[in-house]
């Protein structure tokens, strides 16, 4: 069994994202990410102050807007509006979720698509759809699609089974793998909380992306000797042992799953380093497509 090392396929992309940063330096450019936060969530909070962190240590120019949880959807349009037409800015991102009252698909369909590095405006979905290399692609599939790239796993006429048909992972993810090409190439089944005999479709899988937020979901029984797994999963689970009472523990029953595999995905450790790795890659492709000069 080969173990996807996500980390360091992160640090990689990390690497190639430095060097493209120099290039731009030496035209005067500078990549500019703007991450809008909205309220006080913990998680959230913690997301924005590590991709800012990971900003600040690539030299992007980073941008943390941190809005009171009674900011009204008005006053949000109005910052995304100013982001939109700030030239230092590449890249926008508003953390999710946002407060009940915002209507999140609203502001996404706010965000300039130039600049929307999450890849989740309706011009971004279609772009992929089309095989639009101009888009952008949701980070976390693609960061999936990066570590069976390179695990050496062909993708090219193998059956792939999605666990999850979400707009931020499971529906981009189908997309990906069955566009022409490297990395793609693949016969895709998407699966979901309504499909029947599911350990019938998964066990016929070559490949399974697990993402459905269920602990421990994809259990040994489930899959075929030989299967590839990348576990897109992050769930919290009770754990006294822990100083802080939790664990976080990915959709893949890993310790009976893993011995079956030829190659698996950890958590933490595989996906989730991925997500922000890709966050900053595409905020340098938004960099290098927008004419101009940044900061
Ligand atoms: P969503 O809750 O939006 O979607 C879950 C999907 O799983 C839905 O399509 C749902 O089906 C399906 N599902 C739920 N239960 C079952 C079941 N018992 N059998 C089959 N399908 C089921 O989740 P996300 O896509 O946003 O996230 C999925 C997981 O990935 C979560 O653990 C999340 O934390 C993690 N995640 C990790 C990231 C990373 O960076 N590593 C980034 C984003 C997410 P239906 O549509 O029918 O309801």
Known sequence: MYLIKGTEVAEKV???CKRDIAELAAQGRRPGLAVVLIGDDPASR?????????????????????LPATTTQAELLDEIAKLNSDPVIHGILVQSPPPKHIDEAAIVRAIDPRKDVDGFHPVNVAKLAL????GFVPCTPLGCQRLLLEAGVETSGANVV???????VGKPMALLLMAKGR??????TV???RT???VEVTRRADIIIAAIGRPHFLKADMVREGVVVIDVG???????ANDKGYKLVGDVAFDEVAPKCRAITPVPGGVGPMTIAMLMANTVKACRMIKGKAS
């Open 14 to 16: 990390l690497e190639e």
């Open 46 to 66: 913690a997301y924005v102050r590590s991709k800012d962190r990971k900003c600040r240590e690539l030299g992007l120019h980073s941008v943390k807007l941190e």
């Open 131 to 134: 095989e639009d290399p101009t």
């Open 162 to 168: 999605v666990l999850g048909r979400s707009m931020i």
């Open 183 to 188: 990395g793609g190439d693949a016969t895709v």
């Open 191 to 193: 699966a979901h909380s």
């Open 196 to 198: 029947k005999n599911l």
């Open 234 to 240: 992050i769930n919290r689970v009770d754990d006294p």
